[in-house]
């Protein structure tokens, strides 16, 4: 209001006879000004100039509320960055990871893509939000996406058993009872299906075979006076302590990657115990392809491209993949080594897909749009997403029986981990809105999360639309495996949740959506 009053002629205005007084305040972006009129004149002139005044100085006040929201915002953004690299650091070092890629997305904008350390330690290649590495079992949910397309076409149905799409898969029983698995169970992990842990594919110490191997080394130490650090074996955690995590023959169609495991015994009975498994999804792809009509990889290429992922494909060695990473590991020795060579074409749905951050994010953004998109909006120029709300909503639903391995407090919906919030005690933790996958392979780990926006309403009290997506959206990729990156994602993310629209007050917002000076925000009263 200084500015306001340096510009006119107090004189003129605060002593005029036509005005008592004249009072000006400002509210949120503008100016309510209330004018006392004890002189009623047919001089217009002056109420004009003054209603110009005012809409001058509303003008003003928006514009500096509107620089300071744009400071404030950057400042968040630069806290949040330099707190979330900080931590990525911090976990790089602990893991001795030699690189690791991070995108995040904020109301459908990404705000932060950035590599750390190298994609290729050998050659110094530096890892950037470019880097293509392996997804891991993030291959499930873009897998989740072709059944998701398929039952909303009507070419698959969930609860038929899995025969129906496939008549030469075998037939399964539990306990001499025959049971029926359908594919809503396996992208839920509750077909019962096998992990890779047959007992004779351990390799673990107490096994034969590594016994075998334990004694060779003595006998080259004794040999040799000192066994070379090269030969050091790497060191087995998770899923790479089984022989079939590590296959080398590769499957050239999925018929022939079923044939691995489906003549072997179920593990549970179908629908009532969760057992988490790639070879289910194996199983899904197999059913894809059959309700598709088309060959899975076909068919989930033609998906990536609808979505814009340009850098998100099967993982094929002979093929020239840009900006690809090389795996790493470490050795009993604590080294970092080369991964041994494997091939994942035996499990694309489970964990054969290779992609970077950005496009994961891409990924998590196109999902969350169609969760959020309203079909009966009045906005015409507001797309809808690619699949129907109710379908991701059905997909982001927590099923019966599950868990989430990576969250305790979470349980498995179709092809995602689903937390809902939920706080259990007054002033202690609070367990906020979180959709994930994460990822483990030869030399690779990750985690995509998706943390909705709390604020379901389209527009808000002053009329403005609401952006779409709404929420944050973080992926994050290492090219070294055995990383627990889940944690990570989620402090991460609830570091930039404070930078969502529902976050900003309403207010504030409307000026920040909308720099245009509305006159309705102008409030005369008495006027002549």
Request: net charge positive.
């Amino acid at each position: 209001m200084a500015r306001f009053v340096n510009m006119i002629n107090k004189t003129t205005i605060l002593k005029s006879k036509h005005f008592h007084w004249l009072l000006g305040a400002t509210v949120g972006g503008g100016v309510l000004v209330t004018i006392f009129n004890d002189n009623r004149s047919n001089n217009r002139k002056q109420n004009s100039a003054c209603i110009s005044l005012v809409q001058h100085a509303t003008c003003d006040s928006q514009f500096i509320e509107k620089q300071k929201l744009l400071s404030c915002r950057q400042q968040t953004l630069n806290e949040a960055i330099q707190k979330s690299k900080d931590l990525l650091k911090r976990i790089k070092d602990e893991t001795c990871s030699p690189g690791i890629s991070i995108s995040v997305s904020v109301d459908g904008e990404t705000v932060w893509s950035e590599g750390i350390g190298y994609a290729d330690v050998e050659n110094r290649v530096a890892c950037t939000p470019q880097t293509v590495m392996r997804t891991a079992s993030i291959s499930k949910p873009l897998a989740m996406v072709a059944v998701a397309k398929l039952v909303e076409e009507g070419k698959l149905d969930l609860d038929k058993p899995v025969q129906h799409y496939l008549p030469d898969y075998p037939e399964k029983t539990w306990k001499d009872e025959k049971v029926t698995i359908t594919t809503r169970q396996l992208v839920s992990h509750l077909g019962g299906i096998r992990h890779y842990d047959k007992k004779y594919m351990k390799d673990e110490s107490k096994d034969g075979e590594a016994k075998q191997e334990k004694k060779k080394d003595k006998i080259n130490e004794k040999e040799n006076g000192k066994k070379d650090e090269k030969e050091a074996k790497v060191k087995l955690s998770g899923d790479s302590i089984y022989k079939e995590f590590f296959n080398k023959n590769g499957c050239p169609t999925i018929a022939k990657a079923l044939e691995i495991f489906k003549n072997d015994p179920l593990i549970k009975k179908p629908g009532t115990e969760f057992y988490y498994t790639t070879h289910g999804w194996t199983l899904v792809s197999a059913v894809v392809e059959a309700a598709s009509g088309k060959d899975f990889i076909k068919y989930m290429t033609s998906i990536f491209a609808d979505l814009g992922l340009a850098s998100t494909q099967p993982e094929y060695h002979k093929t020239l993949i840009y900006h690809r990473a090389r795996q790493y590991a470490l050795n009993s020795r604590g080294r970092l080594e080369n991964t041994a060579y494997v091939d994942n074409s035996c499990k694309w749905a489970g964990g054969g897909f290779i992609s970077n951050a950005p496009d994961l994010v891409k990924f998590g953004n196109a999902m969350l749009y169609s969760s959020q998109y309203n079909a009966n909006s009045q906005d015409c120029d507001v797309l809808p997403g690619y699949l129907k709300p109710e379908t991701i909503k059905n997909v982001w639903t927590p099923v019966q029986n599950t868990k989430c391995s990576w969250d305790s407090d979470g349980s498995y919906g179709m092809g995602w981990c689903v937390v809902d919030y939920h706080q259990k005690y007054g002033s202690c933790k609070q367990n906020k809105s979180v959709l994930s996958h994460t990822g483990g392979s030869i030399g690779g780990s990750s985690v995509l999360l998706v943390m909705p926006s709390d604020d379901t309403k389209e527009r808000d009290e002053l009329g403005s639309r609401k952006p779409h997506p709404r929420g944050v959206v973080v992926a994050i990729l290492a090219n070294m495996e055995s990383v627990s990156l889940y944690k990570t994602g989620v402090t991460i993310g609830s570091n930039f949740k404070p930078l969502c629209w529902n976050s900003i007050p309403q207010s504030i917002n409307y000026i920040y959506e909308d720099s245009s000076i509305s006159l309705n925000k102008i409030k005369v009263e008495n006027m002549v």
